[in-house]
């Protein structure tokens, strides 16, 4: 038995469609089991349940072999289900209850920048995570995977230029930065659940383009044969955002801390890759025109 969580996710998905097309059985978990009506005709079980509240992973857990976590707190901003509360003490209560039910191994879906040092609070949890986990006595695979495609380039660019012809910018939107699928990320995952290579190590995987946010807006536009409209909210303003919201609103705070986090000094050209993905940026939008149109 294969248990998801964040199946209604765009990673934690395609791992449950993955694992259920090879005929796997596979148990999804959300907060709110309607978003997983498709996973359910597909023969997935169903279970409701939220990583702040450990009740119900003793009992979900029991025969489950291989535990894959792909949840996060960052999206959307929410004042109580953040950072601190899903990535660290909802992670936590995960591998403690995994180990009390004796679960096999369990694929950790950490951040390339991941670090006790990072900038970023999110990659310092993610970090934190990492080593609790290679702590707690449990096979592990811990995989960084880069940026998402389906998520950075097309929900947050093609489909608002898709639809309006307009797009807002965030971010330093000419720093470099390195692209993977999250469909081929899952594939990565489920392929190697039995290579004894994945066994207690770390993975860092992207896919084969090291782009900016301008030139994946080049190519959105190439494929989808229209000039988008482009606006900025500057930096400054949302950095003043970001430290006045901290107290309030951490969950705003700590988004707009990720979204500024691509600057000149953090580029990821450099980074050693453990795999390379196939699908390049070109190819993930291209194929979402087609599934779209
Ligand atoms: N997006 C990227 O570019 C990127 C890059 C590298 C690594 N990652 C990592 O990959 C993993 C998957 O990311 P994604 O972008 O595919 O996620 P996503 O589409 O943003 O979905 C987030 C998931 O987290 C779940 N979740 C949120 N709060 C929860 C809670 N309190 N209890 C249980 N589940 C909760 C949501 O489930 P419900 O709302 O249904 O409960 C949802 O399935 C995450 O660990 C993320 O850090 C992402």
Do not use: C
Not at 112 to 135: D, G, S, T, V
Not at 155 to 168: H, W
């Amino acid at each position: 038995m294969h248990l998801i969580i964040g199946a209604s996710g765009r990673l934690g998905r395609y791992i449950a469609e993955n694992l259920l097309q090879r005929g796997e059985q596979v148990k999804a978990v959300s907060r709110d089991p309607e978003k997983l009506a498709s996973l359910k005709s597909k023969g997935a079980k169903i279970v409701q349940g939220d990583l702040r509240d450990p009740s119900w992973m003793d009992g979900t857990l029991r025969n489950v072999q291989y535990l894959f976590i792909a949840a996060h707190g960052l999206v959307p901003p929410s004042r109580r289900n953040t950072i601190d509360t899903v990535d660290d003490t909802g992670n936590r209560y995960l591998i403690d209850a995994a180990k009390r039910a004796g679960v096999q191994h369990i694929i950790f879906t950490s951040v390339h920048q991941a670090h006790p040092n990072a900038p970023m609070k999110f990659a310092r949890i993610k970090y934190k995570i990492e080593e609790y986990l290679k702590a707690s006595g449990v096979d592990y695979t811990i995989v960084r995977p880069s940026a998402f495609i389906e998520t950075h380039a097309i929900f947050r660019l093609a489909e608002p230029i898709q639809r309006t012809g307009k797009v807002t910018l965030i971010g330093d939107v000419t720093t470099p930065v390195m692209w993977i699928s999250a469909a081929d990320v899952a594939d990565y995952m489920v392929d190697n659940i039995e290579n004894p290579e994945m066994k207690n190590s770390t993975k860092v995987i992207s896919g084969p383009d090291i782009l900016s946010q301008v030139q994946v807006i080049e190519i959105i536009e190439q494929l989808l044969g229209k000039k988008a409209k482009l606006s900025r909210i500057p930096n400054g303003f949302l950095h003043a955002v970001r430290i006045l919201s901290r107290p309030l609103h951490p969950g705003i705070s700590n988004l707009l801390e990720a979204a500024l986090m691509t600057t000149k000094k953090n580029g990821q050209q450099s980074m050693q890759l453990d795999w390379t993905a196939p699908a390049s940026v070109a190819d993930v939008v291209y194929k979402w025109i087609v599934d779209t149109n």
